[in-house]
């Protein structure tokens, strides 16, 4: 562990273009740097949280290209041309998602920091859940899922909260999926 | 119900965290982790690390600036040659990004000279000793009337040794600060912790500073759970660094490094002797703990403090036993003592409702304890009998089958339990200043924080209400030292302290209003040293029982809990959005100390090998099904201005030992030893 050689040259960095939220970034990065850490650093967009840096958590969820991914799981390098949205997307001109509203109404949040992750993720959810795409709680998977607790609970389960919101968050998503 | 005042920010990603204020400058550093649990470190060749491109400094022991001791020796960050533990910070790399830093810290190498380390806790150590006192400042032993031979006495004895497992608290936040010094010599710090103006004295002290040089910046918390209530040594090293680099630095403990350096519940080993009458009322109350500390920092986990106040018996022994290992420091974790130590005695409670027969919640009543039976003061208010009626209506528990074992749908058995739970009912002093404005709005200070609990919103409903005005009128301005004085976000006296201190200087405000308010406006402050210091004397604590029903899967001993329900009495419910949400949090995490939390210790390595949240399982959204909290009314004047006791930890307590009576309702065996996992459950059925 501790005997790796350690090499000379510079880190290796490279261009690459993000859309974020709408807007176009052309970023200079260190290849090493996780997507995570280039909207955390980078871009100033602190809203994706880091909990656990390894994909067991889900507090960095974004959506890359449409679909919910741990951001720090995905290099930035990768990602060239992608199109990101961060909670700070999710809000247009201040008026909040169904939502981040039936979020705040049920308290689906404590300490917050999970929450961006969860928001995210459960946006994801309402757009698998439109699409017809099965979960392991699905009880047919050629039939037209609903968004029952069960449904809602297994979806959301890539997403820790240690603050214990669950009852809230899946009471937030059910509203928001019925709305 | 009241929405927190900050939650469109949290929705909406705005609001700041430690880590993500905007500063210039920064770099980054990456800690180096000793890789021996006991030994001597014989040298630290930074050479490769500082060739990397990016790397500003290595710190270690050689060229670390020199610390005042403090009484914590987790403070005496890169102090010594000594190593206590496996995993305690040896090193640190401040380079210029995230990406070199974690790299270089790779490439510092470090020599030991290890030793034989002795990391398991058995409870028949060699090196047991009573400390002076346990957490909270209690005696470590008490004793009254002649508990052995009482015990010996009784037609009915439950003897029983109960465990529970190291747990980490694991907020989803990591511990994190951005210390900066300022050209004036004032260290800066915007750190993630329960109480700023704690770390502000600490951290004074630990740099030889005023405390007036230290600021701590706390506006946003992503938890803590006890593990941020005290300054860890990251927010030392952080300002190390800072020192030696002239630079801002910024420090997040890798979730894989706060198993070591950011605290967790020590594991305990609990032998609960009752002896009973045939109708269930005790004689003898027989608590006796052991528990783990590190060689650097005393703990004493006070698990067995719950037992001397629960319930009415003549004789009784409580006993508290530490063995220091070469362990990390075991620390605060949501309601210490009384979590571990109440799944022990409602364990055995449920234990000896089954062998006389009487119904457990019958059983609890029938044991009430009408004054502390330790004191012998009278309860400011004790309504754990409300809670276990309540709950037992509402849960439906009158139609309960006592047979364990009986209740089979296909491959699943059912069980139902019942446990009940209490926490202390503290206010500490504090200070707070309340603010008249000239457009007619209020400004409250105090250095508060909220963590999550909802402290923010609770505070503003308290000031609104003192100052007789509207919410929307008040702004709250908590999370920073420079605000008036306040005590940690602990032992769920934050609300009732800093509330007492809100409202007195709301008062004292009010009192100054006459009229017209001046463009500078009026400002009143209150300290409530003299108050809580004369207050009358009562025990105080808050009351409730909780009620589980679980479903055992007879081919994989998979435990599920479809429904739980928990009834408290804690005065009167400032918010109840953010109270239910509280103790909802507090079971939640009940659930996953009774079925899933466990950090393994590796006697070859001397550590826990289950480092990260893909080991160490928390409860997922998929774990809580059907869960809810309420609570009974409880008027109490004895308590504070608001009426009010706290709410943060009582969630937990008990919680493991409602399911653990269920699992055995459902299956006729007894888990005396947590978690209650697949493999255990399995190997009984
Ligand atoms: S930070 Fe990405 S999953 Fe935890
Ligand atoms: S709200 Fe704190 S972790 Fe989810």
Redesign the pocket.
């Known amino acids: 562990m501790n005997s790796v050689p350690a090499d000379g040259p510079d880190p290796v960095r490279a261009e690459i273009t993000l859309t974020v939220n709408g807007s176009e970034h052309r970023l200079g990065i260190d290849t090493r740097a996780s997507l ?1 850490d280039t909207l955390r650093e980078d871009l100033g967009l602190t809203g994706a ?13 974004v959506l890359l290209d449409g679909r919910r991914v ?4 995905a290099l930035a390098v990768a990602h060239d041309g992608a199109d990101v949205v961060t909670v700070e997307g999710l809000a247009r001109d201040g008026r909040p998602t169904r939502l981040q509203e039936a979020f705040l109404a049920h308290d689906a949040l404590q300490c917050g920091y999970c929450t961006p ?1 969860q928001l995210c993720s459960a946006t994801a959810v309402l757009d698998e859940l439109g699409r017809g795409l099965p979960s392991a709680a699905t009880p047919d998977p050629a039939a037209e899922p609903v968004p029952d607790d069960a449904e809602i609970r297994e979806r959301m389960s890539g997403n820790l909260c240690r603050c214990g919101a669950y009852a809230g968050i899946v009471a937030a998503v059910r509203e928001a999926a019925r709305a | 119900m009241t929405d927190r005042l900050e939650g469109w920010e949290k929705v909406t990603g705005a609001a700041r965290y430690a880590y993500e204020y905007p500063l210039e400058n920064v770099a980054y550093l990456a800690a180096v982790q000793a890789t021996v649990a006991r030994g001597e470190i014989l040298a630290v060749d930074a050479e490769a690390a500082l060739g990397m491109p990016g790397v500003l400094a290595v710190l270690s022991g050689g060229n670390a600036p020199r610390l005042a001791p403090v009484d914590d020796g987790e403070l005496a960050v890169l102090q010594s040659r000594r190593v206590a533990y496996r995993g305690q910070f040896v090193a640190a790399v401040i380079a210029e990004t995230p990406e070199t830093a974690a790299e270089a810290a790779r490439h510092v190498r470090v020599e030991y000279a290890p030793e034989a380390a002795d990391v398991l806790l058995r409870a028949d150590h060699e090196g047991l000793y009573a400390p002076e006192k346990v957490n909270g400042g209690f005696p470590a032993d008490t004793e009254s009337g002649d508990p052995d031979a009482a015990f010996a006495a009784s037609a009915v004895r439950v003897d029983a040794t109960y465990t529970t497992p190291a747990e980490h608290n694991n907020p989803m936040e990591p511990h994190t600060t951005v210390a900066l010094w300022e050209d004036d010599g004032t260290l800066v710090l915007y750190d993630s912790n329960q109480g700023p103006s704690a770390v502000q004295s600490t951290l004074a002290e630990v740099f030889g500073l005023e405390p007036a040089q230290v600021r701590v910046i706390s506006e946003h918390v992503g938890g803590g759970f006890g593990s941020k209530g005290t300054p860890r040594p990251n927010v030392v090293l952080a300002a190390m660094a800072a020192r030696v680099t002239g630079r801002p630095v910024k420090f997040a403990v890798p ?1 894989r490094q706060m198993w070591a350096t950011t605290g967790y519940r020590t594991p305990t080993i609990q032998r609960v002797r009752l002896g009973a009458g045939l109708d269930g009322r005790l004689d003898a109350v027989i608590h006796e703990v052991v528990a783990q500390t590190s060689a650097v920092r005393e703990f004493a986990e006070q698990a067995a403090v719950p037992a001397r106040m629960m319930y009415r018996a003549a004789n009784r022994r409580t006993r508290h036993r530490i063995v220091r290992l070469d362990v990390p420091s075991p620390s605060w974790m949501r309601a210490p003592g009384e979590t571990p130590g109440m799944f022990a005695l409602e364990s055995a409670m449920d234990e000896l409702a089954v062998l006389t027969g009487v119904d457990p919640v019958e059983l609890r009543v029938r044991n009430d304890a009408p004054e502390d039976p330790e004191s012998g003061l009278p309860f400011s208010s004790r309504n754990l009998v409300a809670c276990l009626r309540e709950g037992a209506a509402r849960f439906g528990w009158d139609a309960r089958d006592p047979r364990p074992g009986v209740r089979r749908e296909g491959r699943t058995l059912l069980g139902t339990g019942v446990a009940a739970a209490t926490y202390p009912a503290s206010t500490r002093p504090g200070e707070a200043v309340a603010r008249a404005e000239p457009d007619g709005t209020f400004t409250v200070r105090v250095a508060a924080a909220d963590i999550g609990t909802g402290a923010r919103t609770a505070l503003a409903v308290i000031a609104a209400d003192a100052l007789k005005t509207d919410l929307g009128k008040v702004r709250m301005e908590i999370g920073d030292s420079r605000l008036p004085r306040a005590v940690v976000a602990g032992g769920s006296a934050g609300t009732s302290s800093w509330g007492t201190a809100v409202v007195r200087a709301c008062e004292a405000l009010l009192v100054r209003l006459n009229g017209e308010i001046p463009p500078e406006g009026v400002e009143a402050r209150a300290s409530t040293a003299d108050e809580v210091r004369s207050r009358q004397k009562y025990a105080r604590h808050a009351f409730g029982a909780h009620f589980a029903e679980v479903a055992v899967d007879l081919d994989t001993g998979e435990v599920r809990v479809p429904r739980m329900l928990g009834v408290f009495a804690a005065g009167r419910i400032i918010n109840p959005k953010a109270a239910r949400s509280q103790f909802v949090g507090g079971m939640t995490m009940g659930i996953g100390m009774a079925l899933l939390e466990e950090s393994i210790m590796d006697e070859a390595f001397g550590d826990h090998v289950n480092r990260d ?1 893909a080991q160490y399982h928390v409860p997922t959204c998929a774990d809580i099904r059907k869960i809810d909290a309420v609570w009974v009314p409880e008027a109490d004047p004895h308590l504070n201005p608001m009426g009010a006791k706290g709410i943060g930890e009582i969630g937990i307590v008990g919680a493991a030992a409602a399911i653990a009576n269920a699992v055995h309702h459902a299956t006729g065996a007894r888990f005396r030893d947590l978690p209650i996992t697949p493999a255990r459950v399995l190997a009984e059925l």
């Open positions: 995570l949280k880091k909990g656990c840096d390894h994909g067991q958590c889900g507090a960095c969820t741990n951001a720090c799981l992750g | 979730r949240l």
